[in-house]
């Protein structure tokens, strides 16, 4: 039997139907897997893919240019092995494609880590020659400029605002002539004032008050970069009586309004003056608002500003009401109902009111702007305390429906938390002791923000920002001409990419106020504005700190948020330090042995000490987060004078009656930073909808 069989394989009519068989399945075989390559090729190379995904393109694709994007990505990944990097990138300089001129770029500086000084300097040469008009030639001009002195010259004058030019300017030597010191100053008084270096160079040019050798047009920048520096009296001693230009009295008066109060005095006089040489400007209309901005205005200064000047500021008008103590405004909140000075002083009028006790007035003031002429911060401000001032009245039926509303549409916040509480949910966890330690594990470094793409308008940043190269989109961002007024949105791709180069400080900022400008933005803006806000910096960090402190890493990140903007290096001017901005008695106090500046400074033991340290204040205050984030910032003692029974009956009143106005802001901050990172995990807190535009 066996032969049989063995014979009746071997025959024609039993091979041709198994070869055609064999045929036809290989042929699907080919199809399936060929389809499936297809596909891969159209996946984009993002940051969300592993090291092992990145190797499998990096290796099997057949699209060369997915190829040299996957080197690039696993390149900016393997910083802390330049072998690997320069491995990655050789050969990837290929094509006439922008991304060459940034491999090239990223060949070179791996090679200089490398100490391989002829391939770099090769590579910066090729660079330079094959694109000498990408923004990558920049770093080419500043590399090679040592050896070719003429490459710096044509760096600042082709590059100005990149920072490879910014740091050639800033890098002179001490003893430089100074010809050299004033054509670097002015250079970054133009360019980057904000430069590191940059101050002493501004000061230095200005020839140590005397200034000898400026035009008059060099001087008013130099001394408009310093006035935006803070240092107004440097700004006016570079003067010298030279004549100002309405943009740069602006920027000197504003500078002198935060000085001493001699400077105040002349900040006001430049400030009036700008306004009467000049009433129909732009100038004229931000300087009447400097000075129509204290809670208490002066009188006679707004008196000083000319007639059609006062009639066509919204600032005056606001300025006129609180002089007035609130008589007319009504007629200004709605005259300029999407004005700024609008929206503060209907805060103003109506937080005096619901201080007071007048839910009625307070209702009125609340209801004059609508609710969709206001940014997303203060319309959530205003829906809270429109909703309690309808429940102080007894329609208990329309505050929950304000509130709801309120939750509904906004990301997760103070008020929206506060909203939450009033329609009885709301409730924090513990924030201390044993039970925390589980919740940690749901906030693990694996759980960071998903990668967005930065949709900025140009195809090459948002590929180096798709392929996880940070620096290299800042900087081709930074390169284009500064607007002296950038828009929400512009404010809004700065701070993204701001917080791509880990500045938390700057970014943030930049993003607040985007959100203070953003009136009725989309539902996916208003989402991706949230989440930006909201990041998790040194996670494993905070973790660490969290568990062996025993404190909720939600509170330490809300509290980071707030102090430092998770900027270790950041010091106060009243002396607190680092991360959660610990003053070195404080800290001395809870580490148990005194602690210099640099030790304050190590972001692991900032952050242990500080969590230490709200520790034994919630412990003090049994674990209540309203005295504990008030005493963070103002003192146990403070927040001890200040406890009442209104603090049980509507916590929210009682903020608003904290006497110092920092404290007050900081508190409500702090918890509203709380309620967001204890809910951004599951991306909104139980009411935000979910976006279709």
């Not at 059609?308 to 919204?314: D, E, H, M, N, V």
């Not at 004059?368 to 001032?389: K, N, V």
């Not at 916040?413 to 506060?418: G, K, L, V």
């Not at 800290?587 to 952050?607: T, W």
């Amino acid at each position: 039997m066996p032969a049989v069989f063995s014979h009746g394989l071997n025959t024609p009519e039993t091979r041709g139907p198994l070869l055609l068989g064999g045929t036809t399945l290989l042929t699907v075989l080919a199809i399936l897997g060929g389809r499936a390559l297809l596909l891969s090729q159209h996946n984009p190379i993002t940051p969300e893919l592993s090291d092992a995904q990145l190797w499998t393109h990096y290796r099997w694709s057949t699209n060369p240019e997915q190829r040299r994007e996957a080197a690039l990505m696993l390149g900016s990944r393997s910083s802390d092995s330049p072998q690997r990097r320069r491995h990655l990138l050789t050969g990837q300089g290929w094509g006439p494609a922008p991304m060459a001129a940034v491999a090239l770029k990223q060949q070179a500086l791996a090679a200089k880590t490398l100490g391989r000084d002829q391939e770099e300097q090769q590579h910066w040469r090729d660079l330079l020659q094959r694109f000498p008009s990408s923004v990558a030639s920049a770093d080419a001009r500043y590399h090679l400029a040592d050896r070719q002195p003429q490459l710096r010259e044509e760096l600042l004058s082709l590059q100005p605002a990149h920072p490879a030019a910014l740091a050639a300017a800033a890098e002179i030597p001490d003893d430089a002539e100074q010809a050299l010191v004033q054509a670097s100053a002015i250079h970054l008084a133009r360019w980057g004032a904000t430069w590191p270096g940059a101050e002493r160079l501004l000061r230095q040019a200005c020839g140590a008050i005397t200034g000898q050798g400026l035009q008059q047009q060099q001087r008013l920048q130099l001394a408009a970069s310093l006035a935006e520096l803070g240092d107004g009296r440097s700004a006016e001693l570079c003067l010298q009586g030279t004549p100002l230009a309405p943009s740069k009295a602006l920027a000197i008066g504003r500078t002198l309004l935060r000085a001493n109060k001699d400077q105040q005095q002349r900040g006001e006089a430049m400030l009036v003056q700008l306004a009467k040489d000049d009433p129909d400007s732009k100038e004229a209309l931000e300087s009447a608002a400097l000075l129509s901005e204290p809670l208490r205005p002066k009188r006679a200064l707004i008196d000083a500003l000319p007639e059609s000047l006062q009639k066509r500021s919204a600032d005056v008008a606001a300025a006129r009401v609180r002089l007035a103590g609130g008589e007319g405004g009504l007629v200004v909140l709605q005259g300029w109902p999407g004005h700024p000075a609008s929206w503060q002083l209907q805060w103003d009028l109506a937080r005096e009111a619901l201080l007071s006790g007048q839910w009625e007035l307070a209702r009125t003031w609340f209801a004059a702007i609508p609710t969709e002429q206001l940014p997303d911060p203060l319309r959530a401000r205003q829906q809270f305390w429109l909703g309690m001032s309808m429940d102080k009245l007894g329609d208990d039926k329309e505050a929950r429906r304000i509130w709801q509303t309120l939750i509904r549409e906004q990301p997760p916040s103070y008020y929206t938390w506060r909203a939450q509480a009033r329609l009885g949910s709301g409730q924090l966890p513990v924030l201390s002791g044993d039970e925390i330690i589980n919740a940690t594990e749901t906030v693990r470094p694996n759980s960071a923000l998903t990668w967005t793409p930065l949709n900025s308008g140009s195809a090459l940043i948002d590929q180096l920002w798709r392929l996880g190269l940070n620096q290299e989109a800042w900087e081709t961002w930074r390169s284009d001409a500064r607007q002296a007024d950038p828009s929400p949105q512009q404010l809004l791709l700065e701070g993204r990419l701001r917080l791509g180069m880990n500045d938390y400080w700057t970014g943030l900022s930049r993003l607040w106020r985007a959100s203070l400008r953003l009136v009725s933005p989309t539902c996916n803006t208003r989402q991706l504005l949230h989440k930006s806000l909201h990041p998790k910096p040194l996670l494993p960090l905070f973790v660490a700190a969290s568990e062996q402190e025993k404190v909720r890493l939600e509170l330490l990140l809300a509290v980071a948020r707030q102090e430092s903007r998770f900027s270790p290096g950041v010091a106060s001017p009243v002396g607190a330090v680092g991360l959660l901005q610990l003053m070195p008695t404080t800290a001395a106090e809870v580490a148990g042995a005194k602690l210099s500046g640099d030790e304050l400074r190590e972001p692991q033991r900032n952050a242990t000490l500080g969590a230490r340290y709200l520790e034994g204040l919630l412990n003090r205050w049994q674990g209540n987060p309203w005295l504990t984030v008030a005493s963070y910032n103002a003192g146990p003692g403070a927040a001890e004078s200040w406890v009442s029974a209104e603090l049980d009956e509507d916590p929210e009143l009682w903020v608003e009656r904290i006497p110092y106005p920092e404290t007050r802001l900081y508190t409500k901050k702090v918890l509203g930073n709380l309620w967001a990172y204890l809910n951004n995990n599951s991306g909104h807190d139980g009411g935000t909808d979910r976006c279709t535009d």
